[in-house]
């Protein structure tokens, strides 16, 4: 049974393209996709045979991880004085569009046969699904593509079925990253290179025909573009034209939840958070009354506290002034969970709530990271970004595993 759901609140219920196909399924399908799981990712994992730049769907990996790669990316483009180009691609509907020949084929390519190909085979073979909305349901259909959204086996399917688009990506030259469907393509280039456009141009044509071949769609009214100039580089405006469609750089480009800008400061994902976590504490404040003390820094937590602390490791290294905004929001929170007056004082509230200020929030979610990244838990990408500190000489501090 599929139950749609509107992506976001503020989309036009009317119009069917703003809604997600859910899949309802019972539990023991559940609890047999979850024991296929676990030995198909055990396998996959011991031969090397995962995506090593898809972030989704794996133990230890986030979307904050994958925006740390490529904002770091990004970053040290820049530092070697070398301009980027950030492609967010859109995939329309990709899930319920993977073809299931071409999909167990890849699988055979990876050498999944025998009796678990065969189990596959028949697990994606013979659904059917109806459509639930409010008190109707709709007659039983043929499902005959896809992988069901809110299955356990279907993310890990369709990671496997888009593993070979990596090769088509590098082969021109430009990085990438990947979480679930979203797609991250990263180029960079000296000032002087005037043949950016040509190869952007080239890359993203190909990746349209593999999408053509795999019975998926590239949405290039969606996909957006984002140009970084280089340190002592002017900006300029760069455009691309792919299938008759121009894709055009912008000043900002949302990335899974977080607003990226062309001088990674993120003011405007600050500005975007303030306003969420402002319209929160003003409809928690309207039911305050009604509410005990555990239960208002309950509801704090879950819904202002989670929005500043989510990916705020990209915040490490800016301004005090620059992340001010969101510590003067979450000075607002305590007065309102002990329900004190305006200007009280916040620092006692804060330290009897084990709150920690947002800047130290900052620097303990980073310094969490490291940690898992020097432990080895870490996903690779972030392991290669920790460097063990070499000493000239022995000291007694060689062995402390200290960081440069």
């Not at 490529?70 to 004085?81: D, F, P, Y």
Request: charged letters at 15%; one cysteine or more; glycine letters at 4%.
């Amino acid at each position: 049974r599929v139950a749609p759901l509107l992506k976001k609140p503020t989309l036009d219920p009317s119009d069917v393209n703003n809604y997600r196909p859910v899949s309802l399924l019972s539990f023991l399908s559940k609890t047999l996709e979850c024991a296929v799981l676990g030995q198909l990712y055990c396998y996959l994992s011991q031969n090397d045979l995962l995506d090593p730049n898809q972030s989704g769907f794996k133990t230890g990996h986030s979307t904050e991880t994958a925006l740390l790669c490529v904002t770091e990316a990004l970053r040290t483009a820049k530092a070697n004085s070398l301009s980027s180009a950030l492609i967010l691609l859109d995939l329309s509907a990709a899930f319920d569009t993977v073809n299931h020949q071409i999909l167990l084929s890849t699988l055979s390519e990876l050498g999944i046969s025998g009796a678990a190909h065969t189990w596959i085979a028949s697990y994606r073979t013979g659904r059917s699904y109806q459509v639930a909305w409010r008190e109707s349901v709709s007659a039983p259909r043929a499902l005959t593509t896809g992988v069901p959204q809110g299955s356990v086996l279907g993310p890990l399917l369709f990671s496997l079925y888009t593993k070979s688009l990596g090769s088509v990506i590098s082969s021109h030259g430009l990085s990438y990253h990947c979480y679930a469907d979203d797609t991250q393509l990263i180029f960079s280039f000296p000032p002087s290179d005037n043949q950016v456009a040509n190869c952007i141009s080239a890359c993203l044509a190909d990746i349209s025909v593999w999408m053509t071949d795999h019975h998926l769609k590239l949405n290039l009214g969606k996909t957006e573009l984002l140009f970084l100039p280089g340190k002592d580089c002017p900006f300029h405006d760069l455009a691309i034209t792919v299938d008759n469609s121009i894709v055009s750089s912008s000043q900002s480009a949302k990335n899974l939840g977080v607003t990226l800008d062309n001088t990674l400061s993120f003011p405007t994902n600050i500005k975007a958070v303030t306003r969420s976590c402002r319209f929160m504490l003003y409809n928690i404040r309207r039911v305050r009354p009604c509410l005990t003390q555990e239960a208002a820094q309950v509801l704090i937590q879950a819904l202002v506290i989670s929005r500043l602390d989510y990916c705020n490791s990209l915040l490490a290294g800016l301004p005090a002034c620059a992340i001010k905004p969101l510590q003067l929001l979450q000075n607002v929170a305590p007065r309102l969970v002990f329900n004190l007056p305006k200007f009280s004082h916040v620092t006692p509230l804060l330290r009897s709530l084990h709150w920690l200020p947002v800047e130290a929030r900052i620097r303990y979610k980073t310094m969490v990271l490291a940690n898992g990244a020097v432990r080895g838990t870490a996903p690779p990408y972030l392991q290669a970004l920790i460097r063990p500190y070499t000493q000239t000489r022995a000291l007694r501090s060689s062995t402390s595993g200290l960081l440069p």
